[in-house]
């Protein structure tokens, strides 16, 4: 190998990792406040603890292990990819504790899902957890929507060079402002601009609903979290189903849709400049495969006779057709159904959108919308060289922002990503048929781990063979961080293990 780190390398990246644990303790005393606040002792003192243990082995690596030691990108991306890993397994504590989780295990599967924006859950009775560990499910996804590791940096960091590769590891690619702090706090801007308007309108909607006020605030906020950051937990074991309301679904349409918006595309409706809506390469693109992929499933659906009328199959239709093409993972339906009773047609619509998932540098996941694009755009350029004379010049271009042609190189990058994702979900498929279980229902509980999509069949739940609970786990964290991190984490771990250090 050409890697070859030695102590000081390992104390960088335990160093960051330590930061993150400090900002994710910080984050437990949230819930736990609130707990308190509600009378929910127990789960207050859970959080306590978890975020107290939390933010003291987070202090006590920063401490322990300074070191001055240049970040270079390998370490950066390595610290990126472990404390991915390593957040979960103190933001769990406090879900074991709660009597929800049969295993540590399934709670920390619950806490990946929730920083890695999943939505697949194995909580036990969900519909009688407690308010502020329900909340803390939530606000994880919210925290991971932003990324975890850039949150917590920009929030204790005031210098932007080491946080460039950090970012970028997160799995995102525009720099919006002139620097990497800028940009983060931008982000959150637009996160919590959004989540005061998108929270009123939802507690508008669910009051409508019939739920109190103060019970449609819990739910509106837990909502908004869930539909903007694409994460998909719900309040609520039935999900959106269990509002009763098409006003609480078409809100949560417009928020789903904005998550899956990239924040340069958000950066330029902020700056007034509407127009990049219709002219932006990845827009037309995941606009073009939502219809294509709406129309399919509501042939599929009409030819099996699941729903009464047009009213109830274009409802149910365009909600999960969004949510899955978001990577949401919001339901108006039984999971279960889409394998009993929307036939073959439907179901596999459903896997195709979350496997093309929404838009790069949005909290979305999934193959990306400008991938599918640029590759689109080889592939026109490679058919009109065939097709035109031999010394015709051909130049295919793309919009992002700016009008930039379309390269070999962009593309080859695009198709080898396409390819990786592709193999990843077939992996997770592989391993379920493995133990198992039918080819659709693999595919489909594969497609929603790997990609974040979050919709289940009703695979994941808390008596899944432990083998594969571990690999749907791997599948999130190595499609939120979108494979490099999570390649340069394993290249240090096989240099231990070969003795390099």
Do not use: C
Not at 69 to 86: C, G, I
Not at 118 to 126: E, K, S
Not at 169 to 183: A, C, K, Q
Request: no cysteine; charged share 15%; glycine share 10%.
């Amino acid at each position: 190998m050409l890697l070859r780190p030695d102590g000081a390398d390992f104390r960088l990246i335990l160093s960051y990792t330590a930061r993150v644990l400090f900002g994710v303790g910080l984050a437990m005393l949230v819930p736990a406040a609130v707990a308190f606040g509600l009378g929910e002792t127990l789960d207050g003192w859970s959080f306590v603890l978890g975020g107290s243990l939390a933010i003291a082995i987070g202090r006590l690596g920063v401490m322990g292990l300074a070191t001055r030691r240049p970040l270079h990108t390998s370490h950066a991306l390595a610290s990126v990819a472990l404390s991915w890993l390593s957040a979960p397994l103190l933001a769990a504590l406090p879900l074991l504790l709660s009597g929800h989780y049969v295993s540590y295990l399934d709670a920390y599967f619950e806490a990946m899902s929730g920083f890695a924006t999943i939505g697949l859950t194995l909580a036990n009775d969900l519909d009688h957890m407690s308010r502020s560990v329900n909340l803390w499910r939530h606000l994880m996804q919210f925290i991971g929507g932003q990324g975890v590791v850039v949150v917590v940096l920009t929030a204790f960091s005031s210098g932007a060079a080491r946080l460039g590769t950090l970012y970028s590891g997160e799995g995102r690619e525009d720099v919006i402002l002139p620097n990497i702090v800028r940009t983060a706090r931008f982000i959150w801007r637009v996160a919590l601009v959004y989540g005061a308007l998108g929270t009123a309108a939802l507690w508008a909607a669910v009051v409508s609903a019939g739920l109190p006020a103060g019970e449609g605030l819990y739910h509106a906020l837990n909502l908004f979290m869930a539909a903007f950051d694409t994460g998909g937990f719900s309040t609520q074991s039935t999900s959106v189903a269990f509002y009763r309301s098409p006003l609480v679904e078409s809100v949560l349409l417009v928020i789903m849709t904005a998550g899956a918006f990239s924040f340069a595309l958000h950066y330029q409706l902020w700056q007034g400049r509407r127009r990049e809506l219709l002219v932006n390469t990845e827009t037309r693109t995941v606009f073009t495969s939502t219809l294509l992929v709406l129309t399919v499933m509501a042939i599929g659906l009409a030819r099996t006779a699941t729903f009464d009328g047009f009213d109830p199959l274009y409802r149910h239709t365009l909600f999960q057709t969004i949510s899955a093409h978001t990577t949401t993972g919001l339901a108006t339906v039984p999971g279960r159904l889409f394998v009993t009773d929307w036939g073959a047609l439907a179901p596999g619509a459903l896997v195709a959108a979350m496997a093309i998932g929404g838009m790069a540098g949005s909290t979305a996941g999934g193959i990306k919308g400008i991938r599918l694009g640029v590759v689109l755009k080889g592939l026109k350029a490679e058919i009109r060289r065939v097709l035109l004379p031999e010394h015709a010049v051909v130049v295919e271009t793309y919009h992002a922002g700016v009008r930039e042609i379309v390269r070999g190189p962009q593309v080859r990058d695009a198709a080898l990503l396409l390819l990786l994702w592709l193999a990843l979900y077939l992996a997770g498929a592989i391993v379920g048929l493995f133990y198992g279980y039918p080819l659709e229902l693999s595919l489909f509980e594969s497609v929603a781990a790997a990609s974040s999509g979050g919709l289940s069949v009703g695979l994941v739940r808390p008596d899944l063979e432990a083998p594969l609970k571990v690999i749907y786990m791997a599948q999130m964290v190595t499609g939120r961080l979108e494979f490099i991190a999570v390649f340069a984490l394993v290249g240090y771990a096989v240099s231990v293990v070969r003795g390099r250090v």
